[in-house]
């Protein structure tokens, strides 16, 4: 098992497809199936800002309902099977895409948070964006240079 960005900061995709922590890749996200760690068991981390809520369950749900239905319809049209036939296929593929999928999706959610979080601070530092309300102390410090 070859881990080749150690130490590296995750893509979301990463987290995603691993269910790792969002800053160092490495250590666990979830501690039950869909329950979150508390914190990163490699780099602390702390976990408690990542609550997706209901957003992998939406998305998963509209996600997986919109290709399960749209893969029945195609089949019903071109292979016109028995009736039966769709109630063993549409609801065990619904069933298992949405317990398959919602882990990846709320990892991939947390990673996002994470990621949305540290690129806002990254935003702010900039500063002196002018009238954009982000530069106050370079405004001020133009100010002092002007007297
Ligand atoms: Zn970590």
Request: proline fraction near 5%; charge should be negative; hydrophobic fraction near 45%.
């Amino acid at each position: 098992m070859a881990i080749e960005h150690f130490h590296d900061e995750p893509t979301s995709l990463e987290v995603a497809m691993r269910s790792c922590c969002p800053r160092c890749g490495e250590g666990k996200l979830f501690k039950g199936f869909l329950t979150l760690a508390d914190r990163c068991d490699r780099c602390g981390l702390d976990l408690s800002f990542a609550e997706p809520a209901d957003g992998p369950a939406f998305f998963v749900m509209t996600g997986i309902g919109i290709v399960v239905i749209a893969l029945f319809a195609w089949i019903a049209v071109v292979w016109q099977p028995p009736i039966w036939f769709h109630f063993v296929t549409v609801f065990p593929a619904l069933i298992l895409g949405c317990l398959g999928t919602l882990r990846p999706v709320k990892a991939w959610l947390v990673a996002e948070q994470y990621i949305h979080k540290a690129e806002e601070g990254q935003w702010a530092s900039l500063g002196g964006h002018g009238e954009g309300g982000f530069g106050l102390r370079g405004r001020a410090a133009e100010r002092q240079s002007e007297d």
